[in-house]
């Protein structure tokens, strides 16, 4: 079946460094493949998403880009700050459509410091 | 503009006791609606899932189960709960486009 592997964290970084969350992906087809923000005590957010092979998904800075020939998605951001702190979510929906939901990731927690 | 509601925020139950969790959504129609849960803050797995009123389907056999009584309302239910029931319960919406869209989350301790 589908899968999603992430770094679990966590991931110490200061202030204003670079930042990249490798994720990489199990799947047949095509799928789509999203970014998720979770902080703590809430739902989580839809960051950045990305359709087809190629494509940039951008969103607050962040980036990723969908490579179909590494099957990897993985997350990066310039210049990181103390509100980035989070755990982030890399997630694929099946060529299907996603009706039966998404694979998820088990989270990459985040920690920016001052 | 659409949102999704969820409550209780949080709750806590004994062992044994019966649970009803609600989600609704606002602004679309026909939604495909879902529960996952969270435990210890991290990893969602994926319980049921809904494309439409009274259609569910179940990804891992336990304790609970879900119903979608209207259009846009989708409850999650046990008759008695276990310890190990206990997390962060997320109802998430989506429609043809694949992204789902989550709600705030019910945090359940069963005592």
């Known amino acids: 079946g589908d899968s999603v592997t992430q770094m679990e964290g966590p991931v110490t970084l200061s202030e204003e460094a670079f930042l990249t969350i490798n994720c990489t992906y199990t799947?047949?087809?095509?799928?789509?493949l999203f970014w998720y923000v979770q902080y703590p005590g809430e739902g989580l957010q839809l960051l950045l998403k990305?359709?087809?092979?190629?494509d940039k998904g951008s969103n607050k800075g962040f980036e990723a880009t969908y490579r179909k020939e590494t099957t990897s998605f993985h997350l990066e951001k310039g210049s990181v700050q103390v509100s980035d702190s989070a755990v982030y979510f890399c997630a694929l929906s099946g060529e299907g459509g996603g009706a039966d939901g998404l694979t998820f990731g088990k989270g990459t927690h985040l920690i920016i410091q001052p | 503009s659409q949102t999704i509601h969820q409550w209780p925020a949080t709750l806590v139950q004994p062992v044994g006791s019966p649970l009803s969790l609600e989600c609704t959504v606002e602004?679309?129609?026909?939604?495909?609606l879902y529960w996952y849960r969270q435990a210890a803050g991290r990893g969602l797995q994926l319980l049921f899932y809904s494309v439409g009123i009274g259609q569910i389907s179940s990804e891992v056999p336990q304790n609970l189960s879900a119903s979608r009584p209207q259009d846009r309302q989708f409850i999650l239910s046990s008759k008695k709960l276990l310890l190990s029931d206990s997390g962060f319960y997320l109802c998430?919406?989506?429609?043809?486009?694949?992204?789902?869209?989550f709600g705030p989350g019910t945090r359940l301790t069963v005592t």
């Open positions: 602004g679309t129609s026909n939604p495909n």
């Open positions: 990305a359709t087809k092979a190629d």
């Open positions: 998430a919406w989506s429609l043809a486009a694949y992204e789902q869209y």
């Open positions: 799947a047949t087809g095509y799928p789509s």
